[in-house]
T-cell receptor
Framework: TQLLEQSPQFLSIQEGENLTVYCNSS?????LQWYRQEPGEGPVLLVT?????EVKKLKRLTFQFGDARKDSSLHITAAQPGDTGLYLC????????????FGQGTTLQVKP | KAGVTQTPRYLIKTRGQQVTLSCSPI?????VSWYQQTPGQGLQFLFE???????NKGNFPGRFSGRQFSNSRSEMNVSTLELGDSALYLC????????????FGPGTRLTVT
């Protein structure tokens, strides 16, 4: 059972377009993190959201945690080829565990 | 500050053999978690260590084991390797136990033939 469903799984867009990646669950998470992973490397932490309804911005990336803390989204404005990679959402069911539950990931390709 | 380091980066083993992977966390980080990443299953949690004690364990067979040393460095061991154990094994460290913000190493790519 996949507790975190990510969509879409694959996304190929042109440079300058906007996109949104979704991470949904029927379970409540105490926090949710977004990572970006490049081939042959480990995931790199982009952001952690903790409070329901929280919105965080990282340059052209906007992250939102759902009010009920069951879902999250990542919006990229004016995508660049350097944004290409695998985007992963990961949730923690409680604050007393280092066990993260990962979504299957969204592979993003941004063409010049 | 140096990041999480994992050794070796690549490993080829034969079915039935055993393997030990090593992880050095970020300096000052005391919690280490291990994950297995495969194309079919994605990232799956193996175990978490803090203060040399296993705090959480994922749904993996007993062939997968680990330990943590007093300097927070960690090792994981897989015995009686199977073809399905071929994967990228990732180690992540966090400052405290239950630290949800985890920082990953580059991983060890294990291939079982």
């Amino acid at each position: 059972t996949q507790l975190l469903e990510q969509s879409p799984q694959f996304l190929s867009i042109q440079e300058g377009e906007n996109l949104t990646v979704y991470c949904n669950s029927s379970s409540v998470f105490s926090s949710l993190q977004w990572y970006r992973q490049e081939p042959g490397e480990g995931p790199v932490l982009l952001v952690t959201v903790v409070t329901g309804g929280e919105v965080k911005k990282l340059k052209r990336l906007t992250f939102q945690f759902g009010d009920a803390r069951k879902d999250s989204s990542l919006h990229i404005t004016a995508a660049q080829p350097g944004d290409t990679g695998l985007y992963l959402c990961a949730g923690a069911r409680s604050s007393n565990t280092g066990k993260l539950i990962f979504g299957q990931g969204t592979t993003l390709q941004v063409k010049p | 500050k140096a990041g999480v380091t994992q050794t070796p980066r690549y490993l080829i083993k034969t079915r039935g053999q055993q393997v030990t992977l090593s992880c050095s966390p970020i300096s000052g980080h005391r919690s280490v978690s291990w994950y297995q990443q495969t194309p079919g299953q994605g990232l799956q949690f193996l175990f978490e260590y803090f203060s040399e004690t296993q705090r959480n364990k994922g749904n993996f067979p007993g062939r997968f084991s680990g330990r943590q040393f007093s300097n927070s460095r960690s090792e994981m061991n897989v015995s009686t390797l199977e073809l399905g154990d071929s994967a990228l094994y990732l180690c992540a460290s966090s400052l405290l136990y239950g630290g949800n913000e985890q920082y990953f190493g580059p991983g060890t790519r294990l291939t079982v033939t």
